[in-house]
């Protein structure tokens, strides 16, 4: 049986906690930032989790 390949792309986007949650970070971070308040800017600065069913999927295709 060959070994499963990890996602390049979930590698990028996600990480897995000590805990094993799943973090990421929201959209919207990339430009036009000046013509987003700052209340908005500073709540897209916070971690996000996924958790259920989502968290699963992505470990499994960081993990390989």
Do not use: D
Request: net charge positive; proline share 2%; hydrophobic share 25%.
């Amino acid at each position: 049986m060959p070994k499963i390949k990890s996602h390049s792309g979930a590698k990028k986007r996600f990480k897995v906690t000590g805990s094993g949650k799943v973090k990421y970070a929201k959209a919207g971070r990339g430009h036009f930032l000046t013509e987003k308040s700052m209340t908005h800017k500073r709540k897209l600065r916070k971690g996000y989790y996924l958790s259920g069913k989502q968290a699963k999927n992505i470990k499994k295709m960081i993990n390989g």
